[in-house]
């Protein structure tokens, strides 16, 4: 801006004229305090605060303002963070996720809760007009069907929450897949890790008094206090989750979907092997034997190991062993590959999944791993899980989203939900 001398400056006082200000660029900005989107966490645990706060903390475009987890010491950790932070006392905290969902100064919602929350909590914060970034997967088929139905009519902004389509490495994969490199896809090879190694240990136990133990159920069915039950072993009891073929097939099937250009869809025959976890608390598939067939003739198999993903072809290979491994494939002129301005490039944001998510909620755009996409991967982990418990091979209807001529298994594709908690139309 021109510098005014003095008489200037009384000449255009003395005239009333308003003189042009410098405003700082952090307060018009993008990033302004009043253009931040406004989030509350629900579930401040190990992945909430590890993973997802700290990423969040680092966000500009961003503003944590609440805090929420049924564990009162895991919460008030979460708080000190994200005073730290911003060098305040301004985060806010509650035992009830509903005190953040009814906060009319939220934006968007991240949550960071077990797997039997996931939905439930997605479709409250959806019809309250919050836009939503929610780990993975669903606990039941039919509830991520619940789910996409509620996103799509609230035109919410819904994250799959999981980092893998920013990662270098599986997008790189399944780019190659998707044109062509190996020729026709013939078949996929997906390796998830192994399970723990004891079955827990049933024996109820006192509940710990900052611990909200009726809250943390919630939805699943009432069971007594043990500490082999929570955080991290929820995982490997059904009630709450669907063991390591939901936690990391959640990741892994995403790549090979992707790569498959099954996005939308889903195998239409699925054959588990396995066993179940017996004589303690867990009860999730200990040892799996998995495989899929899709429509295109692409058949994909799931077995135990280190994490890796491998996609045959008619011309060659393409993959990776363990996670976020360095690309591998059958030939170099594979591997060194180019894809082309005119060719396939898929959808990615290398700065991430929170990134990501914040960028569409202020464009409205679905972000790179929206609901139906993550519905749709989750049913691939549910369709082993049911397999396998059922003991015998199932045809499965992609379009339908129901098994062919099968009452037992379709029975499976839901859970009924402990009073009070129901998913309802309204």
């Not at 009891?237 to 498959?260: C, K, S």
């Not at 996005?263 to 066993?275: A, L, N, R």
Request: charged letters at 25%; a positive charge.
């Amino acid at each position: 801006m021109k510098r005014l001398t003095r008489r200037q400056f009384l000449r255009a006082g003395a005239a009333s004229v308003a003189l042009p200000c410098i405003i700082p660029a952090s307060v018009l900005g993008a990033n302004a305090p009043s253009r931040q989107i406004t989030v509350g966490f629900i579930g401040v645990g190990e992945h909430g605060t590890g993973w997802n706060l700290v990423a969040y903390l680092k966000l500009p475009a961003s503003r944590v303002v609440t805090v929420c987890d049924v564990d009162s010491y895991r919460m008030r950790k979460a708080k000190a963070m994200v005073d730290a932070a911003y060098d305040n006392q301004d985060c806010g905290m509650t035992k009830d996720f509903r005190d953040i969902i009814a906060r009319k100064d939220i934006d968007a919602v991240m949550i960071s809760t077990p797997d039997h929350w996931h939905t439930l909590i997605s479709v409250m914060a959806a019809r309250a007009g919050k836009d939503v970034q929610c780990e993975k997967p669903t606990l039941t088929i039919d509830e991520g069907k619940f789910l996409v139905k509620v996103i799509r009519r609230h035109k919410t902004v819904f994250q799959t929450s999981t980092e893998d389509r920013s990662v270098p490495e599986y997008h790189r994969i399944a780019e190659l897949v998707r044109n062509g490199r190996i020729g026709r896809l013939q078949r996929i090879e997906v390796i998830l890790p192994k399970q723990p190694t004891v079955p827990g240990n049933p024996t109820p136990q006192p509940v710990p008094k900052y611990l909200d133990y009726e809250m943390w159920l919630g939805p699943a069915p009432y069971a007594p206090y043990t500490k082999d039950r929570l955080p991290f072993n929820f995982r490997w009891i059904w009630d709450y989750a669907g063991g390591i073929i939901t936690d990391w097939g959640a990741h892994l099937f995403d790549t090979a979907q992707w790569g498959n250009n099954t996005e939308h869809s889903g195998p239409i025959e699925v054959d588990g092997k396995g066993t179940l976890w017996t004589g303690g608390l867990y009860n999730t598939p200990k040892d799996y034997d998995v495989t899929y067939k899709y429509a295109n003739g692409v058949v994909m198999t799931c077995k135990p190991g280190n994490p890796s993903i491998k996609f045959i072809g008619t011309e060659g290979w393409v993959g990776n062993t363990g996670w976020r491994g360095p690309v591998q494939a059958s030939s170099k002129p594979i591997l060194n590959s180019v894809i082309g301005p005119d060719e396939i490039h898929l959808y990615t944001n290398p700065k991430g999944e929170h990134d990501d998510f914040l960028k569409c909620v202020k464009s409205r755009k679905d972000p790179y791993f929206p609901v139906d996409i993550g519905h749709r991967v989750s049913t691939v982990c549910h369709l082993a899980n049911i397999s396998i418990r059922l003991g015998r091979k199932l045809r499965w209807d992609p379009q339908a989203e129901r098994f062919e001529n099968d009452d037992a298994a379709n029975a499976m594709c839901s859970r009924p939900m402990r009073p009070p908690w129901a998913l309802s139309e309204s």
